[in-house]
T-cell receptor, first 113, second 111 residues
């Protein structure tokens, strides 16, 4: 298995632009998580899905952030419009179920200028 | 008070030393617990789950104390390759399920 796949690995964009991050989970995993990591705030859970349904999005910072999981093999995290304070590493992780080991993707390093 | 707190670190220890990390959690509805390891500029990876009776995996021992609401990780005979950030993770089951990562403790093993 290729593991969790995230794209792009690096993204540099200008303030105000739309950013879309993509995640392909491990086949068969029912839970998918989006995290953001910065030096200041550590690893923060943004949202998670179970069986493609969003369960808890209380970690999504603002309305500028949205996440979708249209099917079991794909999820997106969108930021529109992006701001410099959104600069961080965004991780996608998946698990068989919510309480199982999470497998992380390599992350997307986002820089908003 | 944060829901999950860890020793602030950083811990700088010589090779061969024994080092222990603590993690405290505030929600008594916490159900399951893990230790993850994160290398610099890499993604977190599971180190070990933490079971109620305590568990050991080679040089690593994890313990859970539900009464005092803390978990611990003990590393014996530290290796240079153990240098990383160690994150404790707590899964909470209330009206909905919640996963919380601690802020992490940085470990540097020095030759």
């Amino acid at each position: 298995d290729a593991g969790v796949i995230q794209s792009p690995r690096h993204e540099v964009t200008e303030m105000g632009q739309e950013v879309t991050l993509r995640c392909k989970p491990i086949s068969g995993h029912n839970s998918l998580f989006w995290y953001r990591q910065t030096m200041m705030r550590g690893l923060e859970l943004l949202i998670y899905f179970n069986n493609n349904v969003p369960i808890d999005d209380s970690g999504m910072p603002e309305d500028r952030f949205s996440a979708k999981m249209p099917n079991a093999s794909f999820s997106t995290l969108k930021i529109q419009p992006s701001e410099p304070r959104d600069s961080a590493v965004y991780f996608c992780a998946t698990a068989w179920e919510l309480y199982n080991e999470q497998f992380f993707g390599p992350g997307t390093r986002l820089t908003v200028l | 008070r944060k829901e999950v707190e860890q020793d602030p670190g950083p811990f700088n220890v010589p090779e061969g030393a024994t080092v222990a990390f603590n993690c405290t959690y505030s929600n008594s509805a916490s159900q399951s617990f893990f230790w993850y390891r994160q290398d610099c500029r890499k993604e977190p990876k599971l180190l070990m789950s933490v079971y109620s009776s305590g568990n050991e995996d080679g040089r690593f021992t994890a313990q859970l104390n539900r009464a005092s609401q803390y978990i611990s990780l003990l590393i014996r005979d530290s290796k240079l390759s153990d240098s990383a950030t160690y994150l404790c993770v707590v899964n909470i089951r209330t009206s909905y399920d919640k996963v919380i990562f601690g802020p992490g403790t940085s470990l540097s093993v020095i030759p």
